[in-house]
């Protein structure tokens, strides 16, 4: 698989795409869990979304439950609590794995990428991934790193 545009991904209502429906935009992904220490970070990214949104850039969030059991519930549940918890309107996805056996092919991708400080996995929630207008992975962001952390190679992109 050599472009991300050629990836299937799942909607929390389980209708699937293709990411090429995000063609020519600038795309930030990231694997999230609602139960998470860091899930304050859905308030820097959506407001990263909200400022951004109309230059063609979108979010996807993906939940994923690999660590510690952070997103028990289903995709459509994740989303939920989103909405109602953080105020998020940007695309929340079915659940997925980020690592391993039953790992999504996105993920595969990315991975191969942009690997992070201490190889390609996934090392905790809320690891983000900046794809530019030409569908290619610039920037892994870790775990920890804040969503305003993006902003400036967001603008650069835009």
Not at 63 to 79: R, V
Not at 133 to 139: D, F, I, Q
């Amino acid at each position: 698989m050599n472009s991300i545009y050629n990836i299937e991904v799942e909607n929390k209502d389980h209708s699937t795409y293709r990411l090429e429906k995000y063609k020519d935009y600038v795309i930030v992904i990231v694997n999230t869990a609602t139960k998470c220490g860091l899930s304050g970070q859905f308030d820097g990214l959506e407001k990263l979304y909200q400022q951004y949104k109309d230059q063609k850039f979108i979010i996807l969030g993906f939940p994923c439950n690999q660590f510690a059991n952070q997103e028990p519930g289903s995709g459509e549940e994740a989303a939920e609590a989103c909405k109602i918890n953080y105020g998020v309107t940007f695309p929340i996805h079915e659940k997925i794995n980020v690592n391993g056996e039953n790992e999504h092919p996105l993920y595969t991708h990315l991975k191969e990428q942009k690997s992070g400080l201490f190889g390609s996995k996934i090392k905790w929630n809320f690891t983000k991934f900046l794809i530019d207008r030409n569908g290619e992975v610039v920037k892994r962001f870790g775990p920890k790193d804040e969503p305003e952390k993006m902003n400036s190679f967001i603008q650069e992109l835009l």
